[in-house]
């Protein structure tokens, strides 16, 4: 079996002591500190355009909601047809609200992609 050592002196000599401690200018009589400042990263704050967005998808996701909540049980060619207009309505919405800012994107993509399905399976229901 062989042991590696290492010197646990190397790691505690003086030079390591005084990176760790704060530099101080004394010709200025102020202190500055050796430590980077800490950078906050991430998004800001939400755009009034952002929030604005928002309140609409908010609206449309209502909207839709109801559909679907106040459709009749009696699923006759009539009530299809009616439903399938009013399903189609989320894409042209959707389009008038315009697209959002590039970190709303995926919530865009989501809510388009959401429509489209909706419409297509009404549409399905409404052949057969």
Do not use: H
Request: charged share 20%; with cysteine.
């Amino acid at each position: 079996m062989t042991l590696l050592a290492l010197p646990a002196a190397g790691c505690s000599g003086p030079s390591a002591r005084t990176a760790a401690t704060p530099s101080a200018t004394a010709s200025a009589g102020t202190l500055s500190p050796s430590t980077p400042t800490v950078a906050t990263t991430g998004p800001g704050p939400m755009t009034t355009e952002e929030l604005s967005w928002l309140t609409a998808f908010e609206k449309l996701s209502k909207q839709m909601e109801d559909i679907y909540t106040k459709m009749p049980t009696d699923l006759t060619p009539t009530v299809m047809a009616s439903t399938a207009n009013k399903l189609r309505e989320c894409s042209r919405r959707l389009a008038r609200m315009g697209s959002p800012s590039v970190r709303l994107q995926p919530v865009y993509t989501l809510v388009k992609k959401q429509c489209r399905s909706d419409k297509k399976s009404v549409l399905v229901s409404v052949v057969n």
